[in-house]
T-cell receptor, first 113, second 112 residues
Framework: ETGVTQSPTHLIKTRGQQVTLRCSSQ?????VSWYQQALGQGPQFIFQ???????GRGNFPPRFSGLQFPNYSSELNVNALELDDSALYLC????????????FGPGTRLTVL | DAKTTQPNSMESNEEEPVHLPCNHSTISGTDYIHWYRQLPSQGPEYVIH???SNVNNRMASLAIAEDRKSSTLILHRATLRDAAVYYCILYAGGTSYGKLTFGQGTILTVHP
């Protein structure tokens, strides 16, 4: 059974640029959630995708957007990058939208200069 | 979101039991108590969850107070690999989307 994978591992961008992060969910999981984790803080929920639709959103501006594909993999897009967007971005998959256990990937470390 | 309160840090010796407390006085009747941990340079990892009764699995035990306003994660024999940040989370579950609200967590240090 393949776990949750994310790419790239690290990324450096400059302020104002756009970035796309990718996530492959665990086999059989139809739900993907994205989290942002600033240094020294707990992860903060960005949004969740279930069957290719956004299924809930945290307190993040519209420049954070996402997609989920028919194979349940997902992308997180961030436009107009700001310095405060520097963080670890985590993807988590689960079997159901309200499923109890979420399986996290290793994350993508984004640095905005 | 109902909040949880955890100590910032705790220390333990290897092969000794560890009791990690969590207070959640505003818990609602439908909130599940979840524990995740995050090892250095990794994503969070599910540990255990419960609703009202105490729970055991291969990783840990969860003891839930009768009034559900507090809970304790028990690692029966700590190992160096258990050194991590432990998060206690209240999760609505059911048909709600999977928003886990992480706090600061407890940093567990395990001494050899």
């Amino acid at each position: 059974e393949t776990g949750v994978t994310q790419s790239p591992t690290h990324l450096i961008k400059t302020r104002g640029q756009q970035v796309t992060l990718r996530c492959s969910s665990q086999s059989g999981h139809n739900t993907v959630s994205w989290y942002q984790q600033a240094l020294g803080q707990g992860p903060q929920f960005i949004f969740q995708y279930y069957r290719e639709e956004e299924n809930g959103r945290g307190n993040f501006p519209p420049r954070f957007s996402g997609l989920q594909f028919p194979n349940y993999s997902s992308e997180l897009n961030v436009n107009a990058l700001e310095l405060d967007d520097s963080a670890l971005y985590l993807c988590a998959s689960s079997l159901l939208a309200g499923g109890n256990e979420q399986f996290f990937g290793p994350g993508t470390r984004l640095t905005v200069l | 979101d109902a909040k949880t309160t955890q100590p910032n840090s705790m220390e333990s010796n290897e092969e000794e039991p560890v009791h990690l407390p969590c207070n959640h006085s505003t818990i609602s009747g439908t909130d599940y108590i979840h524990w995740y941990r995050q090892l250095p340079s990794q994503g969070p990892e599910y540990v255990i969850h419960g609703l009202t009764s105490n729970v055991n699995n291969r990783m840990a035990s969860l003891a839930i107070a009768e009034d559900r306003k507090s809970s304790t994660l028990i690692l029966h024999r700590a190992t160096l690999r258990d050194a991590a940040v432990y998060y206690c989370i209240l999760y609505a579950g059911g048909t709600s989307y999977g928003k886990l609200t992480f706090g600061q967590g407890t940093i567990l240090t395990v001494h050899p």
